[in-house]
Every structure is written in C-alpha cells, then in structure tokens.
T-cell receptor, first 117, second 116 residues
Framework: EPEVTQTPSHQVTQMGQEVILRCVPI?????FYWYRQILGQKVEFLVS????????KSEIFDDQFSVERPDGSNFTLKIRSTKLEDSAMYFC???????????????FGPGTRLTVL | AQKVTQAQTEISVVEKEDVTLDCVYE???????LFWYKQPPSGELVFLIR??????QNEISGRYSWNFQKSTSSFNFTITASQVVDSAVYFC?????????????FGQGTRLTINP
C-alpha cells in the first residue's frame, strides 16, 4: 500500500543551524502539507502546497520556513535558523483530488522528530 | 474560526470495556469534513475515518463506530470491546471544503489507555 515517507526520523541540531526535512508523498497525490506537533500537544497546520506554490500558510510559518518540491518525488521543509521552540515532531501529509471537487483525505508520514539544542 | 474540542484529556479503561471519545466542533461553513486519526506510541498518525457534513449516517467498522450529530456539532467515536492495542492518542480534526488544498484543524487529542 502506498505511503508517505519522511527522512530523517530524528534530527538533532544546534540553535541557529539550518535543517531540511524531507518527505516523499504518495506518488499520484497532488497536494502536500506540513504539520508540526510540539511534545504532548495537538497537531498544528504549517503550510499547504499545490502546483508548485504555497496554497495556504499559518502564522507559525514565518520567514524562517520554506518549502520546495525540488523534483517529481520529494517535498522538503527548510528551517533557516532553528530556535529552541522549533523542537517538535514534523509531519508531512499528502492528498489526492476527489470527485467532489475538493481534496481527498490527507495521509501522514511517520514524522521527523527535530530536537534543537 | 474553526475549532475542535476534545474535552477528555485522558481515559483509562480495562480491556473489553466499551469506550466513547467525544469530539465537538465549531465552524461557520455549511460544508465541511470531519476526521479521526490515531497516534499510537510509535508516533505516526493513522487515518481512521472521514465524514462529509451532509452525511449524518452513523458508521461502523469492526469494533469502531462513529456517531455524527450536526444538531450538537459532535462527532463521537466509540470502541467496542476495547483491546490493549487500542491504546493511543486519538485526534478529531475538521477541514473546510474548498477547491484546492484544505488544512486540518485538530483537537487536543484524547490519550486512551486500555489496561489488561
């Protein structure tokens, strides 16, 4: 069964360093998303991406964040200068187009746990 | 603004008991989707169900059932004859139905512990 994959599973970095989190969405999906979950808290939307551009972004997704689909399979989240409060689990998700005209169910990857020291 | 409330932070039951997880939502949209996701101790988010706001029929899938009531803005999830493997955090989520990408708004989650 197709699934979303994410690498690495755990990333440790020093404050101020740049990190790139990688995702391979389900191959025929058209919409891509990043969410984050601070330990013990709810899952929060960061950004959605369609047709090579950002569709919507949250207040969390400031200038330190960027997303890219560098090729036909990968979808990346870059944090330019990490802060302690960026420590969280980052989930990638993807969805297809449904016949109702709206996007279909979002399927999530296993997450990347980012620890900023 | 859309909001999802899962008032039960933690629930603990003994195996084989039935358990209901509550979810109450707020939205101004007339058309929307509701979801339940399971987050086992391994951390991934597993899709369980999606329900369109026009479809108020209850759904049953094995030991899982969902009760959607638009009148009370609730979408509750019941596990019948619970098993230890059901132990996880369960999230209810809401999205609006618009053309294009849709963001999910999650509740705080309910941590369910099934004791042997």
């Amino acid at each position: 069964e197709p699934e979303v994959t994410q690498t690495p599973s755990h990333q440790v970095t020093q404050m101020g360093q740049e990190v790139i989190l990688r995702c391979v969405p389900i191959s025929n999906h058209l919409y891509f998303y990043w969410y984050r979950q601070i330990l013990g808290q709810k899952v929060e939307f960061l950004v959605s991406f369609y047709n090579n551009e950002i569709s919507e972004k949250s207040e969390i997704f400031d200038d330190q964040f960027s997303v890219e689909r560098p090729d036909g399979s990968n979808f990346t989240l870059k944090i330019r200068s990490t802060k302690l409060e960026d420590s969280a689990m980052y989930f990638c998700a993807s969805s297809d187009w449904s016949y109702s005209g709206a996007t279909d169910t979002q399927y999530f990857g296993p997450g990347t746990r980012l620890t900023v020291l | 603004a859309q909001k999802v409330t899962q008032a039960q932070t933690e629930i603990s039951v003994v195996e084989k008991e039935d358990v209901t997880l509550d979810c109450v939502y707020e939205t101004r949209d007339t058309t929307y989707y509701l979801f339940w996701y399971k987050q086992p101790p391994s951390g991934e988010l597993v899709f369980l169900i999606r329900r369109n706001s026009f479809d108020e029929q209850n759904e049953i899938s094995g030991r899982y059932s969902w009760n959607f009531q638009k009148s009370t803005s609730s979408f509750n999830f019941t596990i019948t004859a619970s098993q230890v493997v059901d132990s996880a955090v369960y999230f209810c989520a809401l999205s609006d139905v618009i053309q294009g990408a849709q963001k999910l708004v999650f509740g705080q989650g309910t941590r369910l512990t099934i004791n042997p």
